[in-house]
Antibody
Framework: EVQLVESGGGLVQPGGSLRLSCAAS????????MSWVRQAPGKGLEWVAN????????SYVDSVKGRFTISRDNAKNSLYLQMNSLRAEDTAVYYC???????????WGQGTLVTVSS | EIVLTQSPGTLSLSPGERATLSCRAS???????LAWYQQKPGQAPRLLIY???NRATGIPDRFSGSGSGTDFTLTISRLEPEDFAVYYC??????????FGPGTKVDIK
């Protein structure tokens, strides 16, 4: 069974940093593109970033470029999101998701809440 | 950047009724790159349909997807109590990026 378990969320002040983690199991992690998708409270879904199987390619939504960095450790079956210079508008539940063929998100974690507030 | 618009914003129906949800793209989208998700309160989204018309594993056949170009539809043939939720369409665009529609809430009339 595919499992994706996020961790690392919490309360952080504006301008602060946070690192999210996603532990993957039940599939060959190194074979898949992986993404982070977020959802602000009461709002819709927004794709944030993704990373190629071997970590050689990354893409980001414009609003986080230069502030967020996606990475992965295939030996540890783990995905990460380093978030710097956080803003109030980054407040959201962050989901880790397994991509399928660069077309859709086949599996999702349960999410971790990031709150940016003073 | 392709923008997805979903209508209606809210659909109020009774169990047993048919639900028709629309997703319109600002530019033509390859059918291969159009997907639908269901999200219930407090839960992660769940993949329903991929490639515009293919049901994901374990999805009941009362859910169907159709469409091409700029107009796509998700149909729920007979609403079950567990189908009342928010539904999102999603497309894969250039530069390995994705966009979602704003969602349609299906609630109980």
């Amino acid at each position: 069974e595919v499992q994706l378990v996020e961790s690392g969320g919490g309360l952080v002040q504006p301008g602060g940093s946070l690192r999210l983690s996603c532990a993957a199991s039940g599939f060959t992690f190194s074979n898949y593109w992986m993404s982070w998708v977020r959802q602000a409270p009461g709002k819709g879904l927004e794709w944030v970033a993704n990373i190629k199987q071997d970590g050689s390619e990354e893409s980001y939504v414009d609003s986080v470029k230069g502030r967020f960095t996606i990475s992965r450790d295939n030996a540890k079956n783990s995905l990460y999101l380093q978030m710097n210079s956080l803003r109030a508008e980054d407040t959201a539940v962050y989901y880790c998701a397994r991509e399928r063929g660069l077309r859709y998100f086949e599996n999702w974690g349960q999410g971790t809440l990031v709150t940016v507030s003073s | 950047e392709i923008v997805l618009t979903q209508s209606p914003g809210t659909l109020s129906l009774s169990p047993g009724e048919r639900a028709t949800l629309s997703c319109r793209a600002s530019q033509s989208v390859s059918s291969s790159y159009l997907a639908w998700y269901q999200q219930k309160p407090g839960q992660a989204p769940r993949l329903l349909i991929y490639g515009a018309s293919n049901r994901a594993t374990g999805i009941p056949d009362r859910f169907s997807g159709s469409g091409s170009g700029t107009d796509f539809t998700l149909t729920i043939s007979r609403l079950e109590p567990e189908d009342f939720a928010v539904y999102y369409c999603q497309q894969y665009g250039s530069s390995h990026s994705f966009t979602f529609g704003p969602g349609t809430k299906v609630d109980i009339k």
